[in-house]
């Protein structure tokens, strides 16, 4: 069974970091793509950032410069580090790993910035 678990959230204030980690059990991260996506009250879901098997990345706009996507393979984790973090960053956060049956879903993790 595939489990993806997101950590790492809380409350920062505007110009500050922090470093989502997706930890996943079930399934080799290394092997699938995987994306961090981001909901904000009363908008869609969007994606943040992304990283491929091959461990090309790609970010959004909004976020190119101040976020990092990047996996340690021996824990098995896709971390999102975030610097200067603007108070529209303020979001849930979910990672999400594509794999072969499908896509897969952690239950998210608070982000809020404050100004």
């Known amino acids: 069974q595939v489990q993806l678990v997101e950590s790492g959230g809380g409350l920062v204030q505007a110009g500050g970091s922090l470093r989502l980690s997706c930890a996943a059990s079930g399934t080799i991260l290394s092997r699938n793509a995987v994306g961090w996506y981001r909901q904000a009250p009363g908008k869609q879901r969007e994606l943040v950032a992304g990283?491929?098997?091959?461990?090309?990345?790609n970010y959004a706009d909004s976020v190119k410069g101040r976020f990092t996507i990047f996996r340690d393979n021996a824990k098995n984790t896709v971390y999102l580090q975030m610097n200067s973090l603007e108070p529209e960053d303020t979001a849930v956060y979910y990672c999400?790993?594509?794999?072969?049956?499908?896509?897969?879903w952690g239950q998210g993790t608070q982000v809020t910035v404050s100004s």
């Open positions: 990283i491929s098997s091959s461990g090309t990345s």
């Open positions: 999400q790993a594509l794999l072969w049956n499908g896509a897969y």
